[in-house]
């Protein structure tokens, strides 16, 4: 098994990396997906929610994700509690995700997690694979694609790692400011590569 971390800003493209990548036959564990699932419905971490943030994020029994949102968008450390709750349980779920495909050779199996930086994920990648675009690019793609106010895209953009920082991890770099056909064209290549065992 070959295991790659995949992350990049919010609105760098990552998810149309990781869809690519899934295509040619790599195994996607979707951070976002796996984050989602431990916070449903009677899993323990979204009890530990309620009692940190208030039962008024919870309606009906399921997380209201917009009032959590925009409590942890807007406060340092309401997002690292959030964080402490979360991670742990979606650190645990993951790793039984790859332990899944531990004994097979041929499997590339691609953890798309957006906070790999933040997080300090702790597993062993062979490869971290960074989607990047400019923090100015990326907020401009949030207003004019997700209607999102400029003030909360900029404000959504500076709660995650800087550029420099996820570039200072990386193996190999996405450059996702251009085209969408840039973009996949890039990751065919280092499928190629990866498939030559010559990606790094």
Known sequence: MRLIGLTGGIAAGKSTVAARLAE?????ID????????????EPALASIASRFGEHVVVDGALDRPALGAIVFADADARRDLERITHPAIQARVAERIAAHADDPDAVVVYDVPLLVEARVPHAFDAIVVAHAPAE????????LRGIAQEEAERRVRSQASDDE?????????????TMEETIAQVDEL???????TAW
């Open 166 to 178: 996820r570039l200072a991890v990386a193996t190999v770099v996405v450059d996702t400011s251009g």
């Open 191 to 197: 499928w190629r590569a990866i498939e030559e065992g």
């Open 137 to 144: 690019q990326r907020i401009a793609r949030l207003v004019e």
């Open 31 to 42: 951070a976002d997906r796996v984050a989602r699932e431990v916070v449903e419905p009677g």
């Open 24 to 28: 040619h036959g790599a195994i996607v």
